[in-house]
Each structure stands twice: as structure tokens, then as C-alpha cells.
């Protein structure tokens, strides 16, 4: 058995690789994201975690919650309130935005969908 | 010797997809909130970050140019608008610019091939509804749509070597369901100018794809009616096309427990209620954008022989969660 062929050590070396290249894929592409991002008028206020438990007030514009793994608008002081209204969030690529005061709240990472309409 | 072609065959695989993954370009994305009342995601693959910055901020900036002009409802200093065009289109003939000119033509042509059920000279009516769905209040009357309906001939809009007149002097404009499509059309010209070649611009549900991913075509989730913002029902994967979505989901207010879309059907005067979305795919976002509201208000078998002019393919969603599509719409997964 100690007579390894050039063939064997390619082999062995071309599954380690690919075991490395689908690491990396699954890694990239779970869905539920990690940290999440805050812009105002198209700029990034911050990015934070979804781990941790915590409130951002955005600039005296909203208040974002950071609760149980999900992020949602606890307060706002736009007129129409619907970014109070949704759901809390937690896949990549989902968001919660405000018109009115242009603050946008996105979950980062990679998605299968690139844009949803 | 198969064991060592096949181990070579693996190695030359693995290789590959390591290095499909990185051809020196990143993948950036910005949203704007400031343009056409919506949300617009600019996301492409650029060199470095500054590249792409530079690029979405001219984009940027032609969308900003875009929106005011196309503005019914405000008039701006230096500039001569739609809302400015409406004011004095009655009484003489003015000159208008390129982008003005461009948009009105294809709105002509649009109310023409659907006999008015597309019409960009119905401003009058929709104007109603808009501010009803601006301001929460409550259903305008049957009179006032009536006396509205008077107002909206599109024949009555005359355009001529650049210049726009109103035969009737009460006609107003609203170009809401073409102007962002063109818009988006135009910022996907400007990141193309400043070097980017593959790129996704959604504008508020009007989606320009150019180029691929790395990892393949672009992919657009339409929206599931059912479900909060961001759910998607279906797939579809792009290369150089435009999708775009009319759905009464985007915009619309609800009044004695009934919910009324943006989109208004101008045979009934109402609100249209066929469908919660018509998804169209097409070469160009500017005939998406027409083609999706026209859509909106038509049979599936009269939308078809209209798409079939355009060269365009479509899915409509009913309320119940039914859906048609022509043949040619291939849905991903």
C-alpha cells in the first residue's frame, strides 16, 4: 500500500479541493445572514450584527431593534409608518426601508435572487 | 491510466470553479430612495470600489435630471418639465428636449396600440386616484371621474419637430408608467460609459441586466403577492433584458376594507383588479415599463397579441395565487 501512484496523489489532492471549493459555496450562500447594514440618503450609517441584541438609534430619524437573530424598525418619526409595520428580518438580502426619511435597513450576504421585483 | 485521467479531469474541474470565482472584479451595490417616489438598487462588478462609485454617482445623477423633468406635480428653477409643459401646453406650443420628446412619442405610440387603455394624456384622471392614494382620503366621486374622463384624448396631444401642443387646453400629462423605465434605461447607458459592463438597476420593480455574474446570468425573483416585501414566488435568469413589474402590492390604499392599486384601468375609472401583478420580459425596460401597466388593464389574451408586437413575453399573477404566462417566459425555479 505504500506504493502511491501520481494518480492517487492528484485524486486525493482533487478532493480536498473541491471539499474546500464546496465549503466555501455553502458558506457563501446560507440564507440566513449575519450582519446587517443601516444607510441613510445612500450612505452606510453602520453594519452591525445579528447576534447581538441591541437598539441603533438612526440619527433622532428611527430607532432599529436588534432582537432574537432578526432586525426590525421599532420606531419612526416618517408620516406613513409602514417601516414600523414589517416584519422583523434575518435572510440575506431581505430590507426594511423608509421612504420618507431614506434610511434603508439590509440584510448582507449572498441570495439566489439578485433582485426581487 | 483511467485513474489518472479521471484524477487529472477532477483537478482541472476544481481548478476551474476556484478560479471562476474571481476575474479581478467585486461586486458592489448602493440604493438610492431620492429618485421616481422609489427604491433604486444600482449592483454590478467593478474593478475596484471607487470605480464603481463614480459610475453609480453619474448614474445617480442622470436619474436625478430624469426625475424632475418627468415631475408632474413640482416645477424647478432653469428647468422646462412635464409639470411646466402642462401649464402652458394648452395655450401655445412649446419646444421640448430629447428625453421629453423620446418619452412622449413612445406614449403616443403606446395609446395608439392599445387604443387608449395606455395614455400618457390621461393626467386628469389620474391625478384622482394618485392623490387619493398620496393622502389616504377617501374614493373620489363618480362625478368627478366623469368630468375627468372629458379631458384625457390622447389625440388631442400634438407633437411635431420637437415641439408639444395641447389641442385641448385642459389635457395633463403623467408619463408614471413609462418615465421610469426609460430612466433606468438611460442610467444603465451611464454605467456603461464609465467602464461597467455587467451590472443589475432596479428601479422600483423596472430591473436592466447587462452582462453575467461570475457564477452565471443574473437572477430576478418575482415578488409572491403573498408574502411581505422581498419573498419571491419565481426566478427568472437574465442576460441583457429587462423585466419589469406592475403590481398593485407597490403602491395602493385601502379604503372600507377594500384595496385599491395604482394602477387604473380607464374604461372602469377605477383602480384595475384583474390581476396583483404582470411581470413582462422584453429587450428594452422602457417597453416593460409601458408594456406591464398596459397589460394591467387587458385580458391575458389581448395582452398577447400586444406582446407579440412588441416581441416581449409575460407572467400575470391572479389574487388567488393563479398565474398565466406566454411560452416564451422561462421561469428558473
Not at chain 2, 15 to 42: H, K, M, P
Request: net charge negative; charged share 25%; aromatic share 8%.
Amino acid at each position: 500500500m505504500n506504493k502511491k501512484t501520481i494518480a492517487d496523489i492528484i485524486l486525493v489532492c482533487s478532493v480536498v479541493l473541491i471539499a474546500a471549493v464546496m465549503l466555501i459555496v455553502t458558506t457563501v450562500n446560507k440564507k440566513n445572514g449575519d450582519k446587517f447594514e443601516i444607510s441613510v440618503g445612500g450612505r452606510v450609517y453602520g453594519t452591525y450584527s445579528l447576534s447581538e441584541d441591541r437598539t441603533v438609534d438612526v440619527d433622532g430619524l428611527c430607532v432599529v431593534r436588534v432582537k432574537d437573530g432578526a432586525v426590525y424598525m421599532e420606531s419612526s418619526t416618517c408620516k406613513g409608518g409602514d417601516c414600523v409595520k414589517h416584519k422583523p428580518i434575518s435572510k440575506s438580502g431581505e430590507s426594511i426601508i423608509c421612504l420618507p426619511n431614506s434610511v434603508v435597513i439590509r440584510v448582507l450576504g449572498e441570495t439566489d435572487a439578485d433582485a426581487v421585483i | 491510466m483511467k485513474k489518472l485521467l479521471a484524477a487529472v479531469l477532477i483537478a482541472i474541474f476544481s481548478i476551474s470553479a476556484l478560479t471562476s470565482c474571481g476575474q479581478g472584479l467585486s461586486r458592489f451595490s448602493v440604493t438610492y430612495t431620492d429618485v421616481f417616489d422609489t427604491v433604486t438598487v444600482i449592483t454590478a462588478y467593478a474593478k475596484s470600489e471607487a470605480v464603481f462609485n463614480k459610475a453609480a454617482n453619474a448614474a445617480h445623477d442622470e436619474l436625478l435630471r430624469l426625475h424632475k423633468l418627468y415631475d408632474i406635480y413640482n416645477e424647478y428653477d432653469g428647468i422646462t418639465n412635464l409639470a411646466t409643459l402642462n401649464r402652458l401646453c394648452g395655450e401655445s406650443a412649446q419646444p421640448v428636449g430629447k428625453d421629453i420628446e423620446i418619452l412622449i412619442k413612445s406614449g403616443l405610440e403606446y395609446a395608439a396600440l392599445t387604443d387608449g387603455k395606455l395614455n400618457i394624456a390621461a393626467g386628469n384622471l389620474t391625478c384622482l386616484w394618485h392623490d387619493c392614494i398620496a393622502n389616504g382620503t377617501g374614493l373620489p366621486t363618480d362625478e368627478a371621474l366623469i368630468k375627468a374622463k372629458e379631458h384625457i384624448s390622447y389625440k388631442s396631444v400634438k407633437l411635431e419637430n420637437g415641439t408639444l401642443s395641447f389641442d385641448d387646453p385642459k389635457i395633463k400629462l403623467d408619463v408614471g408608467a413609462t418615465a421610469k423605465g426609460y430612466a433606468a434605461e438611460r442610467a444603465a447607458a451611464v454605467l456603461e460609459e464609465n467602464g461597467i459592463s455587467d451590472y443589475l438597476i432596479n428601479a422600483g420593480g423596472n430591473v436592466v441586466s447587462k452582462g453575467k455574474k461570475p457564477d452565471g446570468e443574473w437572477k430576478i425573483g418575482i415578488q409572491d403577492p403573498a408574502k411581505q416585501t422581498g419573498e419571491y414566488r419565481f426566478i427568472v435568469a437574465v442576460k441583457d433584458k429587462s423585466v419589469v413589474t406592475s403590481g398593485s402590492y407597490e403602491r395602493f390604499f385601502e379604503y372600507g376594507g377594500k384595496r385599491y392599486s395604482h394602477i387604473i384601468d380607464l374604461e372602469k375609472l377605477y383602480p384595475s383588479d384583474r390581476y396583483v401583478s404582470v411581470t413582462v420580459l422584453c429587450g428594452s425596460s422602457a417597453d416593460g415599463d409601458a408594456l406591464s401597466t398596459a397589460l394591467f388593464c387587458m385580458s391575458v389574451s389581448d395582452g398577447k397579441a400586444l406582446l407579440k408586437q412588441k416581441n416581449a413575453e409575460a407572467l400575470w399573477i391572479y389574487e388567488n395565487g393563479e398565474y398565466e404566462k406566454t411560452d416564451g417566459f422561462k421561469i428558473y425555479e
